[in-house]
């Protein structure tokens, strides 16, 4: 019994051990168990952001096309609104899912900014669809959509936690309209 006894502390010694590490081991596991979901969640929240960002793009660019067929806009690819309206109506209902996934996985901000957005577009729509010719209006209607589009960059990198971005604001090659 005696000889245990002078074994027992060092038997301790290698269970308390053991289960040391077995704890380390959970925590570490745990830690990077935690940070790969929080990854993998900010892949795919990039990926809807992005989607969104790209569907609304092409409703833009088609306005600056039809704008352009009204005299509203430099763009030198004019488009009338009877050519676009189908490529404007499929780009509306492209962009319904895509706002369905961006308000289940967005933050609150990045949808806020990204409703700011949809709202400038609808309404640079609204705009061509009434046919009007008014350049300093259609300008003003721009400016708003670029300040909105900015915005929603500027939520999604904070979001994101990620480095600030290119306004993505530059001169234009060419003159715009008289």
Do not use: C
């Amino acid at each position: 019994m005696s000889a245990f006894l002078q074994q027992l502390p060092a038997l301790i010694g290698v269970v308390i051990g053991a289960l040391g590490s077995y704890l380390a081991v959970v925590r570490g596991d745990r830690a990077r168990f935690r940070r790969e979901q929080a990854a993998r969640w900010d892949e795919r929240r990039l990926a809807v952001y992005a989607d969104y960002a790209r569907s609304l793009k092409k409703s833009v660019t088609l306005t600056y096309r039809v704008a352009a067929h009204l005299g509203n806009d430099p763009n030198p690819h004019p488009l009338s609104l009877a050519e676009a309206e189908p490529s404007l109506a499929e780009a509306a209902v492209a962009r319904d899912p895509s706002g369905e996934a961006l308000i289940m996985l967005g933050s609150t901000e990045v949808v806020e900014k990204a409703r700011e957005w949809v709202v400038a577009v609808m309404d640079m729509e609204r705009f061509l669809r009434e046919g009007r010719r008014d350049p300093e209006a259609w300008r003003t209607l721009l400016e708003r959509q670029r300040a909105a589009r900015e915005g929603y960059y500027t939520a999604v990198r904070t979001d994101l936690a990620l480095p600030p971005g290119h306004s993505a604001r530059w001169p234009l090659p060419y003159p715009p309209p008289a």
